[in-house]
């Protein structure tokens, strides 16, 4: 079945540095979506990518899409202590009726 | 406005015992699914249903059933819990099925002895 693979699967940074995390998949994705799910918490949605390389930002997060929308990114900039959470890629089931999640890379950050 | 509700948020289960997690949506979606989160597996989809009267197999089906009882409602059946039952399970919704962004509950901790 398909499978969304992410690494890495944590991640300690100091504030103020970078944190990226990857997102591949064996087979093309019609698009993907990202999640950040906070210590105790629930997912919340993120962002959709669907277009072919398309990147997208929200403050200090950038998106990417790959190219052959086999892969996608995750970027902060600048990290702050209220990125801490573990963050999804899904991409959608071979059906294409269910998402299909990565099992999320955990970021600490420490002050 | 409630959003998606998840009843009970905690229950602790004898190994055999049976018990149905019931969620609610009041955000007039189509689209319900049924996810666990174990530690290091991520969320896995248990089962789902795209629209009133469907229900399909996620990745991780065995062991379980659903009841898609209307619009609304979209409930989980455990016949006879198991310890490798034991997990966080959370409910979620969407308006587009897997094109539309995932609303998801505050999830129920179900622990089985």
């Known amino acids: 079945g398909q499978q969304v693979m992410q690494i890495p699967q944590y991640q300690h940074v100091q504030e103020g540095e970078d944190f990226t995390t990857y997102c591949n998949s064996s087979t093309t994705l019609s698009n993907i979506q990202w999640y950040k799910q906070r210590p105790g918490g629930h997912p919340v949605f993120l962002i959709q990518l669907v277009k072919s390389g398309e990147v997208k930002k929200q403050k200090r997060l950038t998106f990417q899409f790959g190219e052959a929308k086999k892969n996608s990114s995750l970027h902060i900039t600048a990290t702050q202590t209220t990125d801490v959470g573990t963050y999804f890629c899904?991409?959608?089931?071979?059906?294409?009726?269910?998402?299909?999640f990565g099992k999320g890379t955990t970021l600490s950050v420490s002050s | 406005n409630a959003g998606v509700t998840q009843t009970p948020k905690f229950q602790v289960l004898k190994t055999g015992q049976s018990m149905t997690l019931q969620c609610a949506q009041d955000m007039n979606h189509n689209s319900m699914y049924w996810y666990r989160q174990d530690p290091g597996m991520g969320l896995r989809l248990i089962y789902y249903s795209a629209s009133e009267g469907t229900t399909d197999k996620g990745e991780v089906p065995n062991g379980y059933n659903v009841s898609r009882l209307n619009k609304r409602e979209f409930s989980l059946r455990l016949e006879s819990a198991a310890p490798s039952q034991t997990s966080v399970y959370f409910c979620?919704?969407?308006?587009?099925?897997?094109?539309?962004?995932?609303?998801f509950g505050e999830g129920s901790r179900l622990t089985v002895l």
């Open positions: 979620a919704s969407s308006d587009q099925g897997a094109l539309g962004e995932l609303f």
């Open positions: 899904a991409g959608f089931n071979q059906a294409g009726t269910a998402l299909i």
